[in-house]
């Protein structure tokens, strides 16, 4: 199984500050977002999103919220991979975009989000559309 690094992410109370500390320091742009159901900003470098930007009103500081690896592999394989780690993990699916995301909690709280094309369908916990907000 090969992976490919896919982007940051930071939980931030306003996230026009991070955004601008992005675009000095590293020279990223904000560009195109999915429609997701929760405020936030994705900035790039020429056409990758490096950096996500969840705006959450409760989170005191920007922080990590996760780190995220692509892979072309078939969504049911990293599944199955994630179950039988054992570790807790959230499924969902990036509206518009044809990926599946599986949001795994790794011992210490960091979490990591595992990209897969999304490829039928997979027993989800998590829907965007529905519950209005980012995977905790």
């Given at each position: 199984?090969?992976?490919?690094?896919?982007?940051?992410?930071?939980?931030?109370?306003?996230?026009?500050?991070l955004q601008q500390a992005f675009a000095d320091l590293l020279g990223l742009q904000s560009g195109r977002r999915p429609p997701f159901p929760f405020p936030g900003h994705w900035l790039y470098q020429d056409q990758?999103?490096?950096?996500?930007?969840?705006?959450?009103?409760?989170?005191?500081?920007?922080?990590?919220?996760?780190?995220?690896?692509?892979?072309?592999?078939?969504?049911?394989?990293?599944?199955?991979?994630?179950?039988?780690?054992?570790?807790?993990?959230?499924?969902?699916?990036?509206?518009?975009?044809?990926?599946?995301?599986?949001?795994?909690?790794?011992?210490?709280?960091?979490?990591?989000?595992?990209?897969?094309?999304?490829?039928?369908?997979?027993?989800?916990?998590?829907?965007?559309?529905?519950?209005?907000?980012?995977?905790?």
């Open positions: 199984m090969s992976w490919r690094f896919d982007h940051l992410a930071f939980n931030s109370p306003q996230g026009a500050g990758q999103a490096l950096v996500h930007v969840i705006e959450q009103a409760n989170s005191p500081a920007p922080q990590l919220s996760h780190i995220a690896f692509s892979t072309d592999e078939p969504a049911e394989t990293v599944l199955q991979r994630v179950r039988t780690s054992g570790l807790p993990y959230q499924v969902a699916r990036v509206p518009e975009e044809g990926i599946w995301q599986l949001f795994v909690q790794l011992p210490g709280g960091l979490v990591l989000e595992l990209d897969t094309p999304a490829k039928g369908e997979l027993s989800t916990s998590h829907d965007y559309l529905e519950k209005g907000g980012a995977p905790s």
